[in-house]
T-cell receptor, first 117, second 114 residues
Framework: DTEVTQTPKHLVMGMTNKKSLKCEQHMGHRAMYWYKQKAKKPPELMFVYSYEKLSINESVPSRFSPECPNSSLLNLHLHALQPEDSALYLC????????????????FGDGTRLSIL | AQSVTQLDSHVSVSEGTPVLLRCNYSSSYSPSLFWYVQHPNKGLQLLLKYTSAATLVKGINGFEAEFKKSETSFHLTKPSAHMSDAAEYFCVVTDNTNAGKSTFGDGTTLTVKP
């Protein structure tokens, strides 16, 4: 079992729908990450939250809207997605974020498999 | 700047034979290096990490890797492959630049034949 829990495991939505992905960790980590992973590719960083504040946004389209309501929870709100947004969305966490903590491994959830019709 | 090159996109071995997955890196500073494994429909799981301590690093499930600064390599090995080792493997580098962001290799798919 992973220590980072992501729900739902699978999500199918139309291009006009609004949905949210949820990520939760109870390890006391203060940095949380969203990645997008296409088939047979490495994860691509989307967002980094550090102490519940957005610290990195990798120029992600505004149809993806992250939210960190508390230190344990990270959401990704989805609206008006495109077919090319179909992918595995991974959440990860580390005790802290930033370059001086670059020696910390990330703890990944099992992801949400998103399909856009 | 940091970068990672996984030299083989696919590796196929027979069960019980050694595994070698190759990774070369580039980093302007003292890097931290990681190997992660990803089984189908799962997240990434840490196998092992190098963070400037011992150059030979032992990880979970019998895997180990050796940090060779002169060759800028961090190859992953296992003496005897098991069927359950079949998965995707990612070599990852971070250093004190790039805001601490990780750079992932393109991955190596390991196939284990019975």
């Amino acid at each position: 079992d992973t220590e980072v829990t992501q729900t739902p495991k699978h999500l199918v939505m139309g291009m006009t729908n609004k949905k949210s992905l949820k990520c939760e960790q109870h390890m006391g980590h203060r940095a949380m990450y969203w990645y997008k992973q296409k088939a047979k590719k490495p994860p691509e960083l989307m967002f980094v939250y550090s102490y519940e504040k957005l610290s990195i946004n990798e120029s992600v389209p505004s149809r993806f809207s992250p939210e960190c309501p508390n230190s344990s929870l990270l959401n990704l709100h989805l609206h008006a997605l495109q077919p090319e947004d179909s992918a595995l969305y991974l959440c990860a966490s580390t005790p802290k974020a930033g370059q001086i903590y670059s020696n910390q491994p990330q703890h990944f959830g099992d992801g949400t498999r998103l399909s856009i019709l | 700047a940091q970068s990672v090159t996984q030299l083989d996109s696919h590796v196929s071995v027979s069960e019980g034979t050694p595994v070698l997955l190759r990774c070369n890196y580039s980093s302007s500073y003292s890097p931290s290096l990681f190997w992660y494994v990803q089984h189908p429909n799962k997240g990434l799981q840490l196998l092992l990490k190098y963070t400037s301590a011992a150059t030979l690093v032992k990880g979970i499930n019998g895997f180990e890797a050796e940090f060779k600064k002169s060759e800028t390599s961090f190859h992953l090995t296992k003496p005897s492959a098991h069927m359950s080792d079949a998965a995707e493997y990612f070599c990852v580098v971070t250093d004190n630049t790039n805001a601490g962001k990780s750079t992932f290799g393109d991955g190596t798919t390991l196939t284990v034949k019975p």
